[in-house]
T-cell receptor, first 115, second 113 residues
Framework: AQSVTQLDSQVPVFEEAPVELRCNYS??????LFWYVQYPNQGLQLLLK??????LVESINGFEAEFNKSQTSFHLRKPSVHISDTAEYFC?????????????FGKGTKLTVNP | DAGVIQSPRHEVTEMGQEVTLRCKPI?????LFWYRQTMMRGLELLIYFNNNVPIDDSGMPEDRFSAKMPNASFSTLKIQPSEPRDSAVYFC???????????FGPGTRLTVL
């Protein structure tokens, strides 16, 4: 069965510091991988995704994630965070079932950026 | 496009009452998902539909929960009777094809007293 592990439930950092949010997955088949972000009192929004091709994917707001098949990881990084990056981040892996697809989400990592 | 629309945004009800949550997916999307989010359990998939047909309802916690999708543009999640432990934020999401982004609605915050 596919599963997603986000090792850190909370990550506090100072503004302009680098950050890495870790995500490991387990799957016996090829997967699609996603990072979603949830700002306070809002729904989840896609941050970036890996479907195929280049293992390094980037978002428009400076985040990037690298798919590492040998380590079954998809860690999210940003070289310099802003106060506005404070949010909860969810890693997810796709699971195809009955011709349809659903996402399996990790427990989430709360990123708090302090001034 | 207006995105995924959910109603109501907030619902406060008393234990034992019936609660109906509504969702309108993005036009053209053929998969619809219902999630529940709580502090204790995180984000849980309750049920999802493909082309209006329920594919996996293994996440539905009890028989008190039921979901329908009578057509491609509307779905409901019903709780009858409601209990305090059902208090959570319920999200609806839709997507078009495998690997496509799931687009989430703003959620319905349910409080059962």
């Amino acid at each position: 069965a596919q599963s997603v592990t986000q090792l850190d439930s909370q990550v506090p950092v100072f503004e302009e510091a680098p950050v890495e949010l870790r995500c490991n997955y387990s799957s016996s088949v090829s997967v699609y991988l996603f990072w979603y972000v949830q700002y306070p009192n809002q729904g989840l929004q896609l941050l970036l995704k890996y479907l195929s091709g280049s293992t390094l994917v980037e978002s428009i707001n400076g985040f990037e994630a690298e798919f590492n098949k040998s380590q079954t990881s998809f860690h999210l990084r940003k070289p310099s965070v802003h106060i506005s990056d404070t949010a909860e981040y969810f890693c997810a892996v796709s699971l195809t079932q009955g011709g349809s697809e659903k996402l399996v989400f990790g427990k989430g990592t709360k990123l708090t950026v302090n001034p | 496009d207006a995105g995924v629309i959910q109603s109501p945004r907030h619902e406060v009800t008393e234990m034992g009452q019936e609660v109906t949550l509504r969702c309108k997916p993005i036009s053209g999307h053929n998969s619809l998902f219902w999630y529940r989010q709580t502090m204790m359990r995180g984000l849980e998939l309750l049920i999802y539909f493909n082309n209006n047909v329920p594919i996996d309802d293994s996440g539905m916690p009890e028989d008190r929960f039921s979901a329908k999708m009578p057509n491609a543009s509307f779905s409901t999640l019903k709780i009858q009777p409601s209990e305090p432990r059902d208090s959570a934020v319920y999200f609806c999401a839709s997507c078009g094809w495998r690997g496509d982004t799931q687009y989430f609605g703003p959620g319905t915050r349910l409080t059962v007293l």
